[in-house]
């Protein structure tokens, strides 16, 4: 059971923070972490903004509606979709293949929601941060340095040693404001991965930004598909233990106003990660089709074949699908106050 929200200052719900996004455009909003105290929401309309109605978007009707703009917002879901950061690539003198990054974690203020303005804790400026992609077996080095004003890690889910692990007292430990660290492991095993800051308190740490996708490819490789990241995650605006907007890829409703745009007859490839913190469980359900699922991208082999799955805090997976007919195709959370939340888009498939 969810402990109530601060009473002083009075915070609007969860639905008139999202209806009333719209008439707070002069009111930023912040997100605390647990050492921070409450900002100051000031007083929103909550009548400004009801389901299907458009905000200063073109809004869907029937449904609630209106993301920032990728050029507003500084980030873009749609160009994150199949964003494969590769890394910089050499050959070690064992002829294995080595790839570098350069990843920085910063202090951003990112506008998530008409008006809605969120004190970011980014890898790279970015939310989620880059989508990390080796194969099988490459040699990787990631060269991290905090920028940011608290301690962070990166952490990354697969195997390497001990040292390596980005959690507080184990090896380097936790990296403070200007430091550097390198991390250095084998790509393995092969699936759908992900990275994130491990520093206490992990809630905030994880929710305010830092996280992203760690892509590895089977050394045999995949059939050839339109490959897709999607990391489901959630914004908390106001200090609580909850959410007050969710999102794939950093922006409510932006693949409402922006439908992934897919074709007909093409086998489409979905790297679903789920990052969300303050709810156990998110989902993924599709409209008008059925997907193949790989828990976790580990094995070959599909798990089930379905319309809807659902993933725990930090589970992830491969969903495969092709859309045999042309149209727009809505895919969102299937549990509803998350995706009145911002949790749906379109596929928009063509000939």
Not at 227 to 238: L, P, R
Not at 242 to 256: A, I
Not at 295 to 324: C, K, V, Y
Request: charged share 20%; with cysteine.
């Amino acid at each position: 059971m969810k402990r109530p929200l601060h009473t002083a200052p009075v915070m609007p719900s969860r639905r008139g923070m999202l209806f009333g996004a719209a008439a707070a455009a002069t009111v930023p909003l912040t997100m605390l972490g647990r050492d921070q105290a409450v900002a100051q929401p000031g007083v929103m309309d909550h009548t400004a903004m009801t389901p299907g109605s458009a905000s200063n978007h073109a809004g869907h009707a029937g449904f609630p509606s209106g993301s920032v703009p990728p050029e507003r917002a500084g980030i873009d879901p749609t160009a994150i979709l199949r964003d494969f950061d590769k890394g910089k690539v050499s050959t070690l003198p064992d002829g294995r293949t080595l790839r570098e990054w350069e990843i920085t974690a910063y202090d951003r203020d990112i506008e998530i929601a008409p008006g809605v303005t969120y004190p970011g804790w980014t890898y790279n400026g970015r939310i989620p941060g880059p989508s990390l992609w080796a194969q099988e077996g490459d040699a990787l080095r990631i060269h991290f340095t905090n920028a940011g004003s608290h301690p962070h890690t990166m952490h990354f889910h697969g195997v390497h040693r001990a040292e390596m692990d980005g959690t507080a007292g184990i090896g380097a430990g936790s990296i403070l404001p200007g430091q550097r660290f390198t991390y250095e492991f084998d790509a393995e095993p092969f699936g759908t991965h992900l990275y994130h800051c491990h520093q206490s308190p992990l809630a905030p740490h994880i929710a305010k930004g830092l996280y992203g996708a760690f892509i590895v490819e089977p050394k045999a490789g995949r059939p050839e598909a339109d490959e897709m990241i999607m990391v489901m995650n959630g914004y908390n605006t106001d200090g609580g233990d909850d959410n007050e907007f969710y999102s794939v890829n950093g922006l409510p409703f932006h693949f409402m106003d922006h439908p992934v745009q897919v074709t007909k007859g093409q086998l489409v490839r979905i790297h679903l990660i789920n990052i969300l913190e303050y709810d156990p469980i998110n989902s993924f359900h599709v409209h008008g089709n059925f997907f193949n699922y790989y828990p976790t991208g580990t094995s070959l082999t599909p798990s089930e074949f379905t319309d809807t799955i659902m993933q725990a805090q930090g589970q992830r997976g491969i969903l495969e699908m092709r859309f045999p007919h042309p149209g727009k195709y809505m895919f969102h959370a299937h549990k509803t106050e998350f995706a009145e939340l911002g949790w749906m888009g379109f596929f928009e498939v063509s000939d």
